[in-house]
């Protein structure tokens, strides 16, 4: 069995949408706690944090609203699926 490499930051964005990326960067965030319960959720320090503009951080913070994470306020909040 041939040891695989991981995929270069290219080729991710090419096989992902950039805000689908960093939604699960910000799912990451909640999951293990780094973005806690209550936490004010910053759209400038996502994206300098992820290297990329505020719009795909607010694409995934819309889509992850969506899914029932955070508030219309951007405010994280406990998911219902832990």
């Known amino acids: 069995m041939t ?3 991981p995929p270069t930051p ?3 964005v090419q096989a992902h ?3 689908a990326l960093v ?3 910000i799912e990451q965030l909640i999951l293990t706690g780094e973005l806690g319960v209550g936490q004010r959720v910053n759209e400038s320090e ?3 944090r992820f290297g990329t503009s505020r719009g795909p951080v607010r694409e995934a913070l819309r ?3 969506e ?3 955070p508030t219309r306020s951007m405010t994280c909040v406990k998911s219902s699926m832990s």
């Open 10 to 12: 290219l080729q991710l």
């Open 63 to 65: 889509a992850l609203e």
């Open 17 to 19: 949408s950039l805000p």
């Open 67 to 69: 899914c029932g994470l």
């Open 3 to 5: 040891k695989s490499t």
């Open 46 to 48: 996502l994206a300098t």
């Open 23 to 25: 939604q699960a960067e």
